[in-house]
C-alpha cells in the first residue's frame, strides 16, 4: 500500500508539472522576466513595505506602474537610435575617401613596436592598400547591414510585444507581493535539512546577483562610457559602437578595447593626433575600470568568473533568445553553486568516513 501511494503521488506530480508546463509554455517569456525583474526589486520592494507600514501591495504597485517607464521606454528608443545610427554609419562607409595606400603601410613601419608587425603583414601576405580598403569597406558594410536589421528586433525583443509585455507586469505585480512566500514553499520541498536549504538558496540568490550587478552593469556602464568617448572624439555613430562595446565586454579577453582600438587607429589614420591620444587614454580608462567597478558592485555578492558569463550569455542567446542574456549566466552561475554546495555539505563530510572503510582491511581467512 504504502508504494503504491508514493507511486501515485509521483505519477500525478509528473502530470501536474507537464499539464502546467503546457499551460504556461505561451508565456514563458514574460514570466521569466518577470520572476528576473521581481527578484531584482525585492529588496526595494521591502524597503518601501516598510515605508507604507507593511501594505505590499502598494509597494508592489508602485514598482509595477514605474517599469514601463525604467524598461519600455529607454530599451525602445536605444533600439531605434542604434538602427538609425548603424544605417548611417553604412553610409558614412560608403561616401568615406579614406585611402590606405603603400605610404601608409611605410608610416607605420617606421614604429618600433608596431613596424615590424606592419612589415612581416606585408611581405607574407603580399596585401595591397587598396586590398585591405577593399575588404574592410565590404566586411564593414556587410556586419553593419545585419546589426541594423537585428538592433531593432532585438531590443524589441527584450520586452516582446506590447500584450505580453503588459502579462508580464501583470505577472511581475504579484511576483513582487507574493514572490517571497511562493518561494519559501517551493524551498520547503527540497529534501535537506533546514539549515542547509537556507544556505543554499541563500548562495544561489547572492550568486544570481553577482551576475546581475558585478557583470550586466559594468559591462552597461563600459558601454555608456565608450560612447561618450566616441561622440567626444568625433567618430560618427556613437550609440552603435556603445552597444557593441557594452556587448563586448562580457568576453573573458579583448571586451570593449575591441571596439575603441579600431577608432584610435581610424583617428590616427585619418590625422586627429589630438583625439586618438585622447581615446586611447579613454579607452584604457574604461578596459580598467571593470578591475574597481565589479569589486565594488559585487562586494556582497558570490563572485563569477568571466568564462560562465560568456558561455552563459552566447548559449542563453542561442536558446532562448533576448532573455538568454540573463537566464544563461545565471544558470550557469547556479548550477556552479549548487555543485560547490553538495561537494562541501554532501560529499566532502562523507569522504573520512569512506576513506575510514577503506583503511579497514579485513582479517585474512587462514588456510
Same mark, same amino acid.
Given at each position: ?138 566586411? !564593414? ?103 557593441? !562595446? ?16 579600431? +577608432?584610435?587607429?581610424?583617428? %590616427? ?13 579613454? +579607452? ?36 532562448? %533568445? ?10 550557469? !552561475? ?34
Amino acid at each position: 500500500m504504502e508504494f503504491y501511494q508514493k507511486a501515485f503521488f509521483v505519477v500525478l506530480a509528473a502530470l501536474v508539472g507537464y499539464g502546467l508546463l503546457l499551460v504556461m509554455q505561451p508565456f514563458a517569456g514574460s514570466l521569466t522576466w518577470a520572476i528576473f525583474l521581481a527578484f531584482i526589486l525585492y529588496p526595494v520592494h521591502r524597503w518601501m513595505t516598510r515605508r507604507f507600514r507593511g501594505r505590499a501591495s502598494v509597494s508592489a504597485g508602485i514598482l509595477t506602474a514605474l517599469t514601463p517607464f525604467a524598461l519600455l521606454i529607454p530599451l525602445v528608443f536605444l533600439g531605434i537610435v542604434f538602427a538609425n545610427q548603424a544605417r548611417a554609419l553604412v553610409a558614412y562607409i560608403k561616401e568615406s575617401n579614406i585611402h590606405l595606400d603603400e605610404t601608409m603601410f611605410a608610416n607605420l613601419e617606421q614604429y618600433r613596436v608596431v613596424g615590424p608587425l606592419v612589415k612581416t603583414a606585408r611581405e607574407q601576405l603580399s596585401i595591397s592598400g587598396a586590398d585591405m580598403q577593399e575588404w574592410l569597406t565590404n566586411s !564593414a558594410q556587410t556586419v553593419l547591414h545585419h546589426v541594423a536589421s537585428f538592433s531593432g528586433g532585438f531590443f524589441l525583443s527584450a520586452v516582446g510585444t506590447l500584450v505580453s509585455f503588459f502579462f508580464m507586469l501583470f505577472l511581475m505585480f504579484f511576483m513582487i507581493r507574493d514572490g517571497s512566500e511562493i518561494f519559501a514553499k517551493l524551498q520547503r520541498l527540497i529534501p535537506v535539512p533546514s539549515e542547509h536549504r537556507e544556505q543554499l538558496f541563500s548562495h544561489l540568490a547572492s550568486v544570481a546577483r553577482g551576475v546581475f550587478y558585478g557583470v550586466g552593469l559594468t559591462a552597461i556602464v563600459q558601454g555608456v562610457l565608450v560612447g561618450i568617448g566616441f561622440a567626444i572624439a568625433g567618430l560618427p555613430s556613437p550609440v552603435v559602437f556603445g552597444v557593441l !562595446a557594452a556587448m563586448l565586454a562580457l568576453l573573458p579577453a579583448g571586451g570593449a578595447a575591441i571596439v575603441w582600438i579600431p +577608432g584610435v587607429l581610424y583617428l %590616427g589614420a585619418t590625422g586627429h593626433w589630438g583625439m586618438a591620444i585622447f581615446l586611447i587614454v579613454w +579607452g584604457i580608462i574604461v578596459s580598467t575600470s571593470d578591475n574597481f567597478l565589479r569589486p565594488l558592485l559585487v562586494s556582497r555578492y558570490a563572485p563569477v568568473s568571466a568564462f560562465t558569463v560568456f558561455v552563459g550569455v552566447v548559449g542563453g542567446i542561442a536558446a532562448f %533568445g533576448a532573455i538568454g542574456i540573463v537566464i544563461g549566466p545565471v544558470f550557469l !552561475a547556479l548550477v556552479s553553486a549548487i555543485l560547490d554546495y553538495f561537494d562541501e555539505k554532501v560529499i566532502a563530510p562523507n569522504v573520512p568516513k569512506i576513506e575510514a572503510q577503506a583503511d579497514e582491511v579485513p582479517p585474512r581467512a587462514g588456510l
